[in-house]
């Protein structure tokens, strides 16, 4: 019987050392595939379960199948007739929370990019300071962001303080409780995660290229449209998904700065767990706004992708 050669053996040992290496590797990462399984598919999938069981009468639900939250999600029925109509409201809700997170990505994006462009255009000794700076909101809690723009536009904050003073006006302006008032709290909240997206792809553009746009007799905005844009689109992408993404779900800033006037969609899905008492409708609007959230990944996803061959 012809015996295992040197290289039979060498390769045979290359192989039992990968596997070992593999299984290691899959211990080590147990502990927070499991907390991902648990913390993160856990609730979620409650949530989906939930959506397909029947409300309580004072809250919770009742373990009896019922697709109701679902059908609530788009329609409703007439207390008197039982006829079946659109959810007005609920699209409406819908509708102004998708309005309000795109234009609030557009602004953070308006606002976001001179900043990035700024700071990468500074001596690199001096980027880290300009970008401890960008992060120092994240320093303090949401909250207090929040009552910080509070105290900015209500009726007798610095903005109507400062107008009266001067005599631009002669009553306070109304700023508080309005959509505008939302639009700017979440785009000063959320502006950070546009900016440092941004940075990271204009640190690695190479200027000479705009250099070269000017030295062909490109106008500024020939040169932001041709070159620039063109070269930092992932970071446009990036940025604009990481601000769309939570602003599309927010909760707080629309809280205190909408006033429950304008309600966006966090604050329906936490009325139906609490004041509406409608847990499976509750659970189907936020598996609906996780629906969203997913759809608008997978353009990102594939906008980025594009991005990667183009320059590939």
Do not use: C
């Amino acid at each position: 019987m012809a015996q295992p050669t040197d290289d039979a053996r060498h390769g045979h040992a290359e192989r039992e050392a990968a596997r070992r290496r593999v299984r290691a590797n899959w211990l080590l990462s147990a502990p927070a595939l499991a907390m991902l399984a648990f913390a993160a598919s856990g609730p979620l999938l409650i949530m989906l379960v939930y959506s397909f069981l029947t409300p309580g009468d004072y809250g919770g639900i009742v373990w009896k199948f019922s697709g109701e939250g679902w059908f609530q999600v788009l329609f409703s029925r007439d207390i008197f007739d039982e006829t079946v109509g659109l959810a007005d409201a609920h699209l409406t809700i819908f509708w102004r929370s998708l309005e309000l997170s795109i234009l609030t990505t557009l602004l953070a994006l308006v606002l976001g990019f001179p900043t990035a462009y700024f700071i990468a255009t500074r001596p690199r000794e001096q980027r880290a300071l300009w970008l401890f700076l960008v992060t120092i909101p994240f320093w303090t809690n949401l909250l207090i962001r929040t009552f910080a723009i509070m105290e900015l536009i209500r009726n007798e904050g610095v903005i109507n303080s400062i107008l009266l003073w001067l005599g631009v006006i002669d009553a306070p302006l109304q700023m508080m409780f309005t959509e505008g008032a939302t639009l700017v709290g979440m785009a000063y909240v959320y502006l950070p995660l546009m900016v440092l997206p941004l940075y990271a792809a204009m640190d690695r553009l190479d200027f000479r290229l705009v250099e070269a746009g000017y030295d062909l007799y490109a106008t500024r905005l020939q040169v932001l449209r041709k070159v620039i844009l063109p070269l930092v689109k992932p970071g446009v992408i990036a940025g604009s998904i990481l601000v769309f993404i939570p602003s599309l779900g927010a909760y707080v800033t629309p809280r205190l700065l909408g006033g429950g006037r304008n309600m966006m969609m966090g604050n329906f899905i936490e009325l139906q767990f609490g004041q509406g008492r409608n847990w499976p409708l509750g659970a189907a609007l936020s598996i609906t706004l996780l629906l969203v959230v997913m759809l608008a990944l997978v353009v990102y996803v594939k906008n980025a992708n594009k991005g990667g061959a183009g320059h590939g």
